[in-house]
């Protein structure tokens, strides 16, 4: 399995910034694409941003311009930088990366426990 642990939600105004943290650990698998999406109550989970292991991204034509997605392949980690937040931004965040296992070569999807974000007026 692999194991997804987020950080760096929170409560922020209007305007604000927060970055979001996500390491991935799981020692037989092979980390691929990795990602954001998120989840307003009442609404369906939707993208918000992706990156492959090389470095190409996309992104929500809603958060475009405002979020910026990296990662580090070192630490198996990805980053979402938040920037310009607006209350509709409001929702958890869930971590997701994409992961083949080392032996049987299958490639299985895994999501982290999901971290609130909160942006206030």
């Known amino acids: 399995q692999v194991q997804l642990v987020e950080s760096g939600g929170g409560l922020v105004q209007a305007g604000g910034s927060l970055r979001l943290s996500c390491a991935a650990s799981?020692?037989?698998?092979?980390?691929?694409?990795m990602g954001w999406y998120r989840q307003a109550p009442g609404n369906e989970r939707e993208l918000v941003a992706g990156?492959?292991?090389?470095?190409?991204?996309n992104y929500a034509e809603s958060v475009k311009g405002r979020f910026t997605i990296s990662r580090d392949n070192t630490k198996n980690t990805v980053y979402l930088q938040m920037t310009g937040l607006k209350p509709e931004d409001t929702a958890v965040y869930y971590c997701?990366?994409?992961?083949?296992?080392?032996?049987?070569?299958?490639?299985?999807?895994?999501w982290g426990q999901g971290t609130q974000v909160t942006v206030s007026l």
């Open positions: 997701t990366a994409n992961a083949r296992h080392q032996w049987s070569q299958s490639i299985q999807d895994f």
């Open positions: 799981g020692s037989m698998f092979s980390i691929n694409l």
């Open positions: 990156i492959t292991t090389t470095g190409t991204t």
